[in-house]
């Protein structure tokens, strides 16, 4: 008998590790500070010049640091960047589900079903 469909591949989500920041904090490439322009809202200064404006003061790295994310104000969606490409992210509506191995995985809602990053921006697989 044929097989029916293609291979699986089974995906196990490390969670996200949110935090609150707060004036100065470590980033894997050095010292990096949020600024608050707001309640609820402000912007990432990174020690490489990258600027992230109009987030969260909550945000999280990926397990081995490739990644930033920090939440939309109002829960509203997503900021990512990829600190290795440099390549910035705004998603709208779209939560962060977790990571496998370095990739973004995010999801439609709290109860979305977790996509992988270049499903979400339309893209082939890398």
Request: aromatic share 12%.
């Amino acid at each position: 008998m044929a097989s029916v469909g293609p291979p699986a591949h089974i995906i196990e989500l490390a969670w996200a590790r949110w935090q609150e920041a707060a004036g100065l904090f470590a980033d894997a490439a050095g010292p990096a500070r949020f600024e608050s322009t707001g309640k609820g809202r402000g912007r990432y200064l990174f020690a490489q010049g990258k600027v992230i404006d109009k987030a969260s003061p909550r945000y999280c790295f990926s397990p081995g640091g490739r990644w930033f994310a920090a939440n939309l104000p109002g829960g509203r969606g997503e900021v990512l960047w990829d600190t290795r490409s440099g390549h910035t992210h705004r998603l709208m509506g779209w939560q962060l589900s977790g990571w496998e191995g370095e990739q973004p995985w995010l999801a439609r809602g709290s109860n979305g079903v977790p996509t992988a990053l270049h499903e979400v921006l339309g893209q082939e697989r890398r």
